[in-house]
């Protein structure tokens, strides 16, 4: 089955270090992978996509990814941590529909919990 | 671009009853999706439209829920005779027509069965 995983439900860092937020995926083919936050009693928030392409990705709020495709892993980093990232981070993956794929739904992790103390 | 909204953001409802929910869309974007969320897990594909075809739903998509999306525009959500089991957070989201384009999503409604 097609699945994504998170293997950390949370993740602790001090403000001003780096961070890093594991997602690897089991998919067929060449997924797009995504990244969305959620802060409380909010929607999700896109952050960035790999679609095809160079294997590191840039994003919203200093956070970039980095693809790799031997590992099937797509981790969220920041160089430096604010408090203010403190929330929970989704990893998505749609597979392409000549993988077996739909043509609409992601398919997500179970989040990590990002908490960034002063 | 005023984002995708959702209405009601919350809904309490007794078992049984029916509950309707709104999604208005980023307005260029023709694929609209539901999701459902429960807690500690990631959203789940519930279906989506591209305009107002309905093209795909999911099998947690029992026969007591319907989505439309009527003229294309905004979408309803409707779960009749509720169970316990339905409450979570009921999302929708937008984007533009091609899979590879980022999915925009709405506040949520968070529904409670008691």
């Known amino acids: 089955a097609q699945s994504v995983a998170q293997p950390e439900d949370q993740v602790n860092v001090a403000e001003g270090n780096p961070l890093t937020v594991k997602c690897t995926y089991s998919?067929?083919?060449?997924?797009?992978l995504f990244w969305y936050v959620q802060y409380p009693n909010r929607g999700l928030q896109f952050l960035l996509k790999?679609?095809?392409?160079?294997?590191l990705v840039k994003g919203s709020y200093g956070f970039e990814a980095e693809f790799n495709k031997s590992q099937t892993s797509f981790h969220l980093k920041k160089p430096s941590a604010l408090v203010s990232d403190s929330a929970l981070y989704f990893c998505a993956v749609r597979v392409p529909s000549n993988y077996g794929g739909s043509q609409g739904n992601l398919i997500f992790g179970k989040g990590t919990k990002l908490s960034v103390k002063p | 671009d005023t984002g995708v909204s959702q209405d009601p953001r919350h809904k309490i409802t007794k078992r049984g009853q029916n509950v309707t929910f709104r999604c208005d869309p980023i307005?260029?974007?023709?694929?609209l999706y539901w999701y459902r969320q429960t807690l500690g897990q990631g959203p789940e594909f519930l279906t989506y439209f591209q305009n107002e075809a309905q093209l795909e739903k999911s099998r947690l998509l029992s026969d007591r829920f319907s989505a439309e999306r009527p003229k294309g525009s905004f979408s309803t959500l409707e779960i009749q005779r509720t169970e316990q089991g339905d409450s979570a957070m009921y999302l929708c989201?937008?984007?533009?027509?091609?899979?590879?384009?980022?999915?925009?999503f709405g506040p949520g409604t968070r529904l409670t069965v008691t």
């Open positions: 307005s260029e974007h023709n694929r």
């Open positions: 989201a937008s984007s533009l027509q091609t899979g590879y384009f980022e999915q925009y």
């Open positions: 998919v067929s083919g060449n997924p797009y």
């Open positions: 790999y679609i095809t392409g160079d294997n």
